[in-house]
T-cell receptor
Framework: EPEVTQTPSHQVTQMGQEVILRCVPI?????FYWYRQILGQKVEFLVS????????KSEIFDDQFSVERPDGSNFTLKIRSTKLEDSAMYFC????????????????FGPGTRLTVL | DQQVKQNSPSLSVQEGRISILNCDYT??????FLWYKKYPAEGPTFLIS?????DKNEDGRFTVFLNKSAKHLSLHIVPSQPGDSAVYFC???????????FGGGTRLMVKP
């Protein structure tokens, strides 16, 4: 069964350093997302990406964050200058369609990257 | 942000019985709802969804009920199995976008 994959599974970095989290969405999916879950808190939406541009973003997704689809398979999240509060599980997700296209929006999640900022 | 709430942090059920997980929402603009299951150290796994034009959707042992007037949805698992033990999240979105807003989760424990 096709699945979303993410690398690395765990990333440790020093505060102020740049990190890039990588994801390979399901191959025929057109919509891509990043979410995060800080320990003990809810899963929070960061950004959605469609047709090579950001379609939605949350207040969390400030200028320190960026996303890119550098080739036909990878989808990346970059944090330019990490802060302690960026420590969280970061989940990538993808969906075949958006809710406006088909009326459904079943998003499939990867296993996550645990980011630890020291 | 309390737009989607799961008021029971945990639920314990005997194998073979029904599990009922509840979710409430406050934003009347939400019109599409999903349930996810999550095991430790894994990402959320999609279970079942429902559009606001329906009040029930069934898939095998899983049924989701939506009460729009009460802004309430529930997930029924019948019969419950030990492998169903996990954290269950409800999530909601609006037709204007694809962002999912998650509840805080309910930990389900199914005892053999």
């Amino acid at each position: 069964e096709p699945e979303v994959t993410q690398t690395p599974s765990h990333q440790v970095t020093q505060m102020g350093q740049e990190v890039i989290l990588r994801c390979v969405p399901i191959s025929n999916h057109l919509y891509f997302y990043w979410y995060r879950q800080i320990l003990g808190q809810k899963v929070e939406f960061l950004v959605s990406f469609y047709n090579n541009e950001i379609s939605e973003k949350s207040e969390i997704f400030d200028d320190q964050f960026s996303v890119e689809r550098p080739d036909g398979s990878n989808f990346t999240l970059k944090i330019r200058s990490t802060k302690l509060e960026d420590s969280a599980m970061y989940f990538c997700a993808s969906s075949e369609a958006g809710i406006r296209d088909r009326g459904y929006n079943e998003q499939f999640f990867g296993p996550g990257t645990r980011l630890t900022v020291l | 942000d309390q737009q989607v709430k799961q008021n029971s942090p945990s639920l314990s059920v005997q194998e073979g019985r029904i599990s009922i997980l509840n979710c409430d929402y406050t934003n009347s603009m939400f019109d599409y709802f999903l349930w996810y299951k999550k095991y430790p150290a894994e990402g959320p796994t999609f279970l079942i969804s429902i559009s606001s034009i329906k009040d029930k959707n069934e898939d095998g042992r899983f049924t989701v009920f939506l009460n729009k007037s009460a802004k309430h949805l529930s997930l029924h698992i019948v019969p419950s199995q030990p492998g169903d033990s996990a954290v269950y999240f409800c999530a909601a979105s609006m037709s204007a976008g694809n962002m999912l807003t998650f509840g805080g989760g309910t930990r389900l424990m199914v005892k053999p």
